[in-house]
């Protein structure tokens, strides 16, 4: 199953990506993780793109493709994967049809409002990459994982002036790719509003319909 997830930023992609992905036995391809992997190690691509994560604008075309294009070709993505947070411009789909066909683009849509408050209240960890919510999601001991015992963080890109920059980002940007998948027979839409296993179900629905 070739998978692309599509949707705002805080619409839960990730959470639902985790759940697909163990349900599928097939990879979660992150571009924001790979990209903050880079920058937790230090390597040149980490230091080239820190800045733009911070601020919530998006990496160029060339250097988001070329880090795809390297995932895709591994082994483990050849029988299937969920692209999540990838593509975002219109270039970058173009790009990807170029590398791979899709069975499928899962629109997760969900309002602005909700969106920031889902985005603030968001806390990760470092380590594990484990998403919690202070609201929805709170780990057993405020402020700390469950499993690794770590100091959970708020990402910079989810501190208020960034997410109102994100979003922003994303209705020029990404917005646009709703209509591009939709005139191509991709598309399906998912409610992103209810629990991740509410969610989760409607895209399994939505697959199998
Ligand atoms: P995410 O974790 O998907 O919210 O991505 C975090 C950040 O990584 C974004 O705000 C961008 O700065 C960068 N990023 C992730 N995916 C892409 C992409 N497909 N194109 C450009 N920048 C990206």
Known sequence: MKLVFLGPPGAGKGTIAALAKEYFHIPHISTGELFRSHIKQHTPLGLQVEAILG???LVSDDITVEM???RLGEADA??????DGFPRTIAQADALKELTA???VLNFALEEEVIITRLSGRRVCKSTGKIYHLLYNPPKRDGFDDETGELLIQRDDDRPEAIHNRLEVYQRQTYPLIEY???????????ASGTPEEVFAAMRDALNS
């Open 68 to 70: 795809v294009r390297l």
């Open 55 to 57: 601020r919530g604008d």
């Open 102 to 104: 899709l069975d499928a």
């Open 181 to 191: 998948y939709r005139s191509r027979g991709l598309l399906l839409d998912i409610d």
């Open 78 to 83: 050849q029988a299937g994967f969920i692209l």
